[in-house]
């Protein structure tokens, strides 16, 4: 929340003097401060985010504001999937991740990819780095894939992954973007970290309340706080202008919502892992067209009809939507910051070349 700082002279109140009447002025002061006090909180927490007033791009986005960035009409708007992973990448998956790629190119020609959010624990940042040099977006979790507990904690595994990646040859400037494990983001200590450690943006939030197509929501900024309620864990209950919350909006199968494919456990055949991701994806593609996220972690690859039908819906989906594009949230984030009809971004738009 955005809060008023106070401040008294350099005499203080107690170089006032008695009133007539015998009562304390310094009371009197201290009261009145009180009552200022009190209606600056409530006035800040009543303050809300104006799309286009008190928030405006490229470095703002309010959480409930519908409308495509830029005024875009829909119909000549990008659908842009992310594909993330997450926790340990070594040897033993990259395979797999790097298969359900394999033939699929964006508008532009550009090999599709994707965000791997990696822990330090049991990766090989060889790996981590050979991803990196094909195009992927690499991003970070915690040391070990647990729950970092405090602020502290928060800081120091952050920054702890974002080195080991660096010191494999990772372009530090290019990690800007932070997974909570069990996608629980850590609120107040996450975000504290975030801005500390000059990270970008976190892309932990799930909901399961903004899934339907008219109610599908776009990245937004912390400008102004709190933003939605996420399913596990907690955002910031304070402001952090320019951090984005990138949500992850729960899938849908059989009567059942999950975050993580995983946790959706009557999926038992290739055609189910299609239509599990495919249609969730239709309702961003017939709604406002915000970007569609998609959470794959190492159990999900192992199943080799799971992983099929992962790579047989984005090989899908490029080819029969010509205005679908294949991206790493860090590209979907520089589309809503520097919006562009999909024939510019087809043309000429450096945030998603390959060039």
């Known amino acids: 929340m955005k809060s008023a700082v106070f401040s008294s002279s350099a005499a203080g109140p107690q170089s006032l003097v008695l009133s007539p009447g015998g009562g304390s002025v310094t009371m009197?002061?201290?009261?009145?401060?009180?009552?200022?006090?009190?209606?600056?909180?409530?006035?800040?927490?009543?303050?809300?985010?104006?799309?286009?007033?008190?928030?405006s791009p490229p470095d703002c986005r309010c959480w409930n504001d519908d409308a495509v960035p830029g005024?875009?009409?829909?119909?000549?708007?990008?659908?842009?999937?992310?594909?993330?992973?997450?926790?340990?990448?070594n040897k033993a998956n990259v395979d797999f991740y790097n298969g359900l790629f394999q033939g699929s190119v964006n508008p532009n020609n550009c090999p599709a990819v994707g965000t791997f959010?990696?822990?330090?624990?049991?990766?090989?940042?060889?790996?981590?780095?050979?991803?990196?040099?094909?195009?992927?977006?690499?991003?970070?979790?915690?040391?070990?894939?647990?729950?970092?507990?405090?602020?502290?904690?928060?800081?120091?595994?952050i920054a702890q992954v974002r080195s080991a990646a660096v010191a494999q040859g990772v372009p530090e400037a290019e990690i800007l973007g932070v997974r909570a494990p069990n996608l629980r983001p850590g609120g107040l200590d996450e975000f504290t970290a975030m801005a500390q450690e000059q990270f970008l943006y976190d892309a932990s939030c799930s909901t399961s309340k903004f899934v339907d197509q008219s109610s599908l929501l776009w990245p937004y900024t912390y400008d102004f706080a709190p933003g939605i309620d996420c399913d596990n864990g907690e955002g910031p209950e304070q402001e952090f202008p320019g951090k984005w919350q990138v949500l992850v909006a729960d899938l849908e199968f059989n009567g059942t919502k999950c975050a993580s494919p995983s946790a959706c456990t009557q999926v038992a055949t290739q055609r189910d892992a299609f239509d599990l991701f495919y249609n969730s994806f239709i309702k961003h593609y017939e709604g406002s067209r915000s970007p569609f996220m998609i959470v794959i972690n190492p159990q999900w690859v192992t199943y080799?009809?799971?992983?099929?039908?992962?790579?047989?819906?984005?090989?899908?989906v490029r080819a029969a939507f010509e205005d679908t594009w294949v991206l790493s949230v860090r590209q979907a984030l520089e589309w809503v910051r520097q919006p562009v009809p999909n024939a510019n971004a087809t043309a000429d738009y450096p945030p998603w070349s390959c060039v």
Not at 39 to 55: L, M, R, Y
Not at 147 to 154: R, V
Not at 304 to 316: A, C, L, M, P, S
Request: net charge negative; proline share 4%.
């Open 28 to 55: 009197k002061f201290h009261h009145v401060l009180s009552l200022l006090l009190l209606t600056a909180v409530t006035s800040s927490q009543n303050t809300s985010c104006k799309p286009g007033d008190n928030c």
């Open 71 to 89: 005024n875009v009409p829909v119909k000549e708007t990008p659908q842009v999937i992310m594909v993330t992973f997450e926790y340990a990448v």
């Open 117 to 157: 959010f990696v822990q330090q624990t049991n990766t090989d940042m060889a790996v981590v780095k050979s991803l990196a040099d094909n195009g992927h977006e690499i991003g970070v979790m915690s040391i070990d894939g647990t729950l970092p507990a405090t602020g502290e904690q928060w800081r120091n595994n």
């Open 304 to 316: 080799d009809f799971k992983r099929e039908g992962t790579r047989q819906f984005i090989e899908y």
